[in-house]
């Protein structure tokens, strides 16, 4: 089923984009302004899903007393909706599920600069290079299949693999989820833009089945009606957590370290520039990075932790053997284009 987010999205992106290079550069300081100011709430803007994020907003209210007014929606439309409302937005924080989306708001002018203890909490390569917005977690792209048909040795190693005539028909895509857009990011970044032209276009060709979202792809490949799609990593995790290990027919599998369709993600926050002195707010992003957050984003969520010292969900292999060092997050920032590869592709 096709969503119609992302064309919204790219039309706001684009506008908001033109409006951005009419406006003041972003500013550079490293620390907040002295005369911060606490009411004891703020506005955070939600593209993480509700299940996922809310037991921690529920624990940070209860620790520190301060009100979270949160809004989810999907991170596309949630990053169009900041663009539409530039500096009259109500929200104080943007809590992303993708690198792509910060990127795009950040070249917007709207985060305001984070102090060095949050900005720097999270090793280079899983953050942002200026300091607008912190990784909180990462997230692998891999391969879900079908388990009682193949084993993953059977399976092809890249993304180039998954297009060919072989898999026609056979693959599973959610075009519309900010995650498979920050992929084709990535592809058009590592690969250039024909290569990622033909990769789409082929994709496209090869009739793939589209589905609304990650879950929706694993549930398809658990219950045997789909050979494979691509799926963050820790949503398997989830469901085997609920159901038992022995229970997941669906299984997975990590491409070849340095391909397009292995890349590591992060989810991240940033503070809107109209919250800049906002002390409730910065004190919401920098619970995201502390020990008690990060070590809930390991066991409920089995995402990869960035905070150094914290380990990782058992089973998952290491980070830093899935990272592509050729690969800056920060170049993910051009959302629009891919939207556009994908729409004139027929996938969105």
């Known amino acids: 089923m096709r969503t119609t987010a992302p064309l919204s999205f790219l039309s706001l992106v684009t506008a908001g984009l033109l409006l951005a290079g009419c406006a003041a550069p972003a500013p550079t300081e490293s620390e907040p302004a002295p005369d911060s100011t606490a009411d004891g709430a703020f506005t955070l803007y939600s593209g993480r899903d509700e299940a996922l994020i809310q037991p921690l907003i529920d624990l940070f209210e209860e620790q520190t007393g301060i009100t979270v007014d949160v809004r989810y929606g999907n991170t596309a439309e949630l990053g169009a909706l900041l663009l539409e409302e530039g500096d009259r937005t109500p929200a104080d924080v943007f809590l992303s599920q993708d690198a792509g989306a910060l990127g795009a708001l950040s070249d917007a002018g709207l985060f305001a600069p984070l102090p060095d203890d949050i900005a720097g909490a999270v090793p280079a390569g899983f953050t942002s290079t200026d300091g607008t917005w912190v990784g909180v977690t990462g997230r692998a792209r891999v391969v879900v299949y079908d388990g009682e048909r193949f084993t993953a040795d059977e399976l092809p190693d890249t993304i180039d693999d998954y297009v060919t005539d072989e898999w026609n028909g056979r693959l599973g895509v959610a075009p519309g989820n900010a995650s498979f857009q920050s992929f084709v990011t990535a592809l058009r970044v590592l690969e250039g833009e024909d290569a990622a032209a033909e990769w789409v276009n082929s994709l496209a060709a090869n009739g793939p089945q ?31 957590a609920e159901v038992g290990v022995d229970n997941m027919r669906a299984q997975l599998k990590f491409l070849t370290a340095g391909d397009a369709g292995s890349m590591v993600n992060v989810t991240g926050a940033g503070l809107l520039t109209s919250a800049a002195d906002d002390a409730d707010a910065l004190e919401f992003v920098r619970f995201l990075v502390s020990l008690e957050a990060q ?40 959302l629009a284009a891919t939207q556009r590869l994908l729409a004139d592709a027929g996938l969105i």
Do not use: C, K
Not at 298 to 322: M, N, R, W
Not at 323 to 331: G, I, K, T, Y
């Open 210 to 240: 589209l589905f609304e979202n990650n879950r929706a792809i694993l549930a398809a490949a658990n219950e045997g009606v789909l050979d494979a799609g691509l799926i963050n990593h820790y949503y398997w995790f989830a469901s085997a």
């Open 295 to 334: 070590t809930y984003f390991v066991e409920q969520t089995y995402e990869y932790p960035l905070l150094p010292g914290v380990d990782a969900p058992a089973g998952l292999p290491s980070l830093d053997g899935l990272v592509n060092p050729e690969l800056d997050l920060s170049d993910l920032d051009d």
